[in-house]
């Protein structure tokens, strides 16, 4: 071909091809790209420990979960339990032994020689040997006396003194027997027997004995005996000189019983009244009290005496004493006393079994001179003690468990929220006991738990407290703190855990402590107290009910397109119309750990209405996103945390949740909403510690739009 037309040719077809060109590409235009917009949610973990948050039954310390109860016995003041029971009591001092007026009276008898032989009747006025012979002197032929002072009388102890006088100038021999008997019922009274002879002219002294005897006031003296005579010597026969004289006197004669003259009978006598069996007193002042007498003189004599309460002090520390002047059986009634401020103040022992108070009486009763009165050692002067409306300011002593009643506590336990069983491990009790009673004291406890099905179950603890110091010689003590521990080590810790793993809705806790112990001595003032507080702790297994918790909420307002009024100050996040009416992508993310033993489900509810995404309402958005349970070891304790991340697109009509077309315009609030939903564990326990938890570690929303540039 020519080379020109090769040349030409060239040139056509690039002329083609630039008008084929300039016929299929249209005018430049301007870049257009996508942006993307996180919009944060939350970012929130959720411990287990929190569940101990919703309820003051629930505790955790450290990595321990668990029940606790606690609470405080308000103070119970020994005040007015420091009582002495109303006493009506008679302290009688009685007459017993006394002495009667016969005690100088003697009395004079004469025998002649006829009396013990007879034939001496023939010799009057002649001389001649008297021979041997026997003799028995009886009621009608011996000696008689009669008393002119008694008329009977019961002998205690006395004595009859014997002269004898021989006037016989020869012995009487052995065996010689006298007794001394009552003329009335020839009752021996007393016997003698002679170990020698009495010799002739000679004087001999002897005493009967008399003991536990009742005779009258005629006597006689039988005599049994014989006599060697006079051999062959001759006596003169006189009968008025041939006499055996006997002088008989009473001498220390008491009685418990007679009818006589009797003299002034002096006494100083003291006797007990008993006041109670609850306290041994050594010292005790009385805060309040009324004190009564009634004086009774039972005796047939007039009485003159000081009656003196000798360990009853007035506040000038006299004894309480007062002069009694009584005819016979009458009857004396004294005004009230007031013993407040008083004091009573013993010698007792604290090992004795009843509190008394000594009564002294101290006087003597008028000699009846000549007349005779009918007296027994049982004829008594009474006192008729009232001592009621005792209160005490302290006592210094012994106590023999002083019952105290302390006041009641009524707890309601609420351990349901979100559980729907519980198993406790190593329950405790702790008792803090605050005590200012100076004594032993022993406290009873009873817990009684119930339910409202009506099921109950009772423990009762019984403690010895420790007693407050003493102060001596002051009326007070120093409070003594006592910390009680029931745990595993305690014998009665079985009982408790039975108690306990009730979970009672209600616990009502009765107490009262016994103060005192016979024979240990302390002191209580009526403003010495006791109080303490009380707490059950118990770490445990849990089963869970079928829970929703929420987590958190965001707020994002959408301004609606030129929107110009004045934007809420409480917006969370703020898009713009001209933003969100560019949409083109919406995707939700979130970053999850889990630390508990069972699986759980973050819910993300996003709606227009507040009370769609939490009153479980239909929402546009209604997210559910699972995780595993974290791994465990053999004990069912969580070692490692599992984590997960996820990512979820939104539907076009979900993200269009988040345009703003309002017409009028105004802001548009969508609600975001994060849950947590723990699956019920179907009453099966699980051992969830403390810091357990559910995080969401990082969520939002990523919105992607379309950027054109114009």
Sequence with gaps: MPKDLNHNAKWILVAVLIIALSCSIDKPKAPSWELDLKVPLTSKSYQMSEIADDSEHLYAEGKEFGVIIEGEFDTTFVADNLTIEPVEEKASFELGVFEIASADTQVDSSLTLDRFWAPATQYVGSSVAVPSFAFHLGRDDGATYEFDDFIMIAIDSGAADLRITNNFLFPLGLPLILELKDSYTDQTLSTLEFDEPIPGGAVVLRQFEIRDKVFSNKLYIQFTGQSAGSDTSKIFMEMSERILILELSVSNLFASYAKAQLPEIHFDKTESLELTHEMILTKAKFRTGRFKLNVNNHLPLDAHFVLTFLDLFDANGRNYSMNVDLGKQSRVE???????????????????????????????????????????????????????????????????????????????????????????????????????????????????????????????????????????????????????????????????????????????????????????????????????????????????????????????????????????????????????????????????????????????????????????????????????????????????????????????????????????????????????????????????????????????????YLIEND
């Design 334 to 704: 004294y005004d009230e006393i007031d013993l407040s401020g008083w004091t009573l103040q013993t010698n007792s022992n604290p090992m004795d079994l009843i509190q008394t108070m000594r009564v002294r009486y101290q006087g003597y009763t008028d000699s009846t001179k000549a007349q005779l009165v009918e007296v027994s050692k049982n004829d008594s002067i009474s006192v008729d003690t009232y001592l009621k409306d005792v209160t005490l300011e302290y006592v210094r002593g012994a106590i023999n468990r002083l019952e105290v009643e302390m006041p009641g506590v009524e707890q309601d336990i609420d351990l349901k929220y979100r559980l729907s069983g519980i198993r406790l491990r190593n329950a405790s009790l702790q008792l803090i006991v605050h005590n200012r009673i100076a004594f032993p004291i022993e406290l009873d406890m009873t817990m009684t738990g119930s339910l409202a099905s009506g099921d109950q179950r009772v423990y009762t603890l019984r403690e010895t407290i420790e007693p407050a110091s003493w102060i001596i010689g002051q009326a007070t003590s120093v409070e003594y703190i006592t910390p009680l521990t029931v745990n595993q080590t305690h014998s009665q810790y079985n009982s408790f855990m039975n108690f306990i793993n009730l979970m009672p809705d209600k616990i009502d806790i009765q107490g009262k402590v016994f103060i005192g112990q016979l024979g240990v001595e302390g002191m209580v003032h009526r403003d010495d107290y006791i109080f303490g507080n009380y707490k059950v702790k118990a770490p445990f297994e849990l089963a869970f009910e079928d829970t929703t918790i929420n987590f958190d909420t965001v707020l994002v307002n959408i301004n609606p397109t030129d929107y110009e009024g004045q934007k809420p100050d409480s917006i969370d996040e703020e898009l713009d119309a001209s933003i969100t009416e560019d949409l083109s992508d919406a995707t939700l993310w979130l970053a999850l750990e889990n630390h508990l033993p069972v699986a759980v489900e973050v819910l993300v509810r996003m709606d227009t209405s507040m009370s769609n995404v939490f009153g479980g309402g239909p929402c546009i958005v209604d997210k559910a996103f699972q995780l595993t349970a974290a791994s465990t070891n053999d004990n069912g304790i969580v070692t490692s945390t599992l984590q997960d991340t996820i990512s979820l697109n939104l539907t076009r009509d979900e993200f269009a949740l988040f345009k703003n077309t309002s017409s009028p315009p105004k802001i548009k609030t969508v609600v975001v909403g994060t849950q947590l939903h723990l699956p019920g564990t179907d009453g099966k326990t699980i051992v969830v510690q403390a810091d357990d938890y559910v995080a969401i570690r990082e969520s939002y929303i990523r919105f992607s």
